[in-house]
C-alpha cells in the first residue's frame, strides 16, 4: 500500500489549505484513514479520523471546528481541509491508513494504523 500526501505549503494566519493523501496498491477506500501531525522537536499527534464509509469522523481538541476530514472513495483518494490555521498548526502532515472497517469506532492511535504517507509540511507564519 503506498499513500501519498500532498497539498502542503506555506499560508499565514488566518489562511486555509488543502491537504490530498492519495492511496494505491489496495482499495484503500474499505478501511478507516486518518491524518496525523508531528510538529519540530515533538511526538506525532492525531489530527482526524474517517470511517471506511466516511459517515464517521472524529477530530483532536485542537483542530476541532476548523479542520475537516473528508473521503472520495472511487478516486481512492482523503482530504483534510484546513482553515483558520494558527501558528501552532505548523507541522509534517501524515495521512495513514487502518486495516479495519469500522463504521462506529474512531480510531486515535498511532499503533491502529498499518500504512503511512511520507508526510507534507504546514508551515503556518503569524
Known amino acids: 500500500v503506498q499513500l501519498q500526501a500532498s497539498g502542503g505549503g506555506l499560508v499565514q494566519a488566518g489562511g486555509s489549505l488543502r491537504l490530498s493523501c492519495a492511496a494505491s496498491?489496495?482499495?484503500?477506500?474499505?478501511?478507516?484513514m486518518g491524518w496525523f501531525r508531528q510538529a519540530p522537536g515533538k511526538e506525532r499527534e492525531f489530527v482526524a479520523t474517517?470511517?471506511?464509509?466516511?459517515?464517521?469522523?472524529n477530530y483532536a481538541d485542537s483542530v476541532s471546528g476548523r479542520f475537516t476530514i473528508s473521503r472520495d472513495n472511487a478516486k481512492n483518494t482523503l482530504y483534510l481541509q484546513m482553515s483558520n490555521l494558527r501558528p501552532e498548526d505548523t507541522a509534517v502532515y501524515y495521512c495513514?491508513?487502518?486495516?479495519?472497517?469500522?463504521?462506529?469506532?474512531?480510531?486515535?492511535?498511532?499503533?491502529?494504523?498499518?500504512?503511512w504517507g511520507q508526510g507534507t509540511l504546514v508551515t503556518v507564519s503569524s
Open positions: 495513514a491508513s487502518t486495516s479495519r472497517r469500522n463504521s462506529y469506532v474512531s480510531y486515535t492511535r498511532l499503533s491502529d494504523y498499518d500504512f
Open positions: 496498491g489496495r482499495t484503500s477506500s474499505s478501511y478507516n
Open positions: 474517517i470511517s471506511w464509509g466516511g459517515g464517521n469522523t
